[in-house]
T-cell receptor, first 110, second 115 residues
């Protein structure tokens, strides 16, 4: 699986958009980009995934660059409950295990 | 959908004792995974089951660790002769199918402390 690189931490203001970057410069053509988050003392929670096209769901948007070497997770209107560790993971669709890195600790401030 | 449940939520044991954790996956999910998470790190894959068959074990899973999933329902993870290095959060997840694009749903975890 391709290695992903994320900033260790970031702050954002409540009500503003949070843009979380992820670099995956060695990603292969059949590897997806997945995002999970983990709120303190809970198990990880799936957010979104994509291959080439941008994706949006009720939680977030995923923007993948045309060369697929990086992506950005966008939380459109961050709330205090979005404070969590966010993990960006690259993996093949026929794989079965998630390879988590250290993630980005996002703190949403009032 | 009642979610993935794990029991116990916390376990404190003395070095050398055996411990067993239980995971109940979402009922229609045929895939079940175990991960371990130490402080400040992301979860690390330990093993997974397709129904009752254990299809892969990570090198992290030493001989002191054993996992079972009888009848393809709940799963247990046993650690024999615990060591202080086993202290971690043990997470269970389940999914419907064999592909990664099928969302893995995680339980709340069992936090193990070995004294």
């Amino acid at each position: 699986d391709a290695k992903t690189t994320q900033p260790p931490s970031m702050d954002c203001a409540e009500g503003r958009a949070a843009n979380l970057p992820c670099n995956h410069s060695t990603i292969s053509g059949n590897e997806y980009v997945y995002w999970y988050r983990q709120i303190h003392s809970q198990g990880p929670q799936y957010i979104i995934h994509g291959l080439k096209n941008n994706e949006t769901n009720e939680m977030a948007s995923l923007i993948i660059t045309e060369d697929r070497k990086s992506s950005t997770l966008i939380l459109p209107h961050a709330t205090l409950r979005d404070t969590a560790v966010y993990y960006c993971i690259a993996g093949r669709s026929n794989d079965y295990k998630l390879s988590f890195g250290a993630g980005t600790t996002v703190t949403v401030r009032a | 959908d009642t979610g993935v449940s794990q029991d116990p939520r916390h376990k404190i044991t003395k070095r050398g004792q055996n411990v067993t954790f239980r995971c109940d996956p979402i009922s229609e999910h045929n895939r079940l995974y175990w991960y371990r998470q130490t402080l400040g790190q992301g979860p690390e894959f330990l093993t997974y089951f397709q129904n009752e068959a254990q299809l892969e074990k990570s090198r992290l899973l030493s001989d002191r660790f054993s996992a079972e999933r009888p009848k393809g329902s709940f799963s247990t993870l046993e650690i024999q002769r615990t060591e202080q290095g086993d202290s971690a959060m043990y997470l269970c997840a389940s999914s419907r199918d064999r592909v990664l694009t099928d969302t893995q749903y995680f339980g709340p975890g069992t936090r193990l402390t070995v004294l």
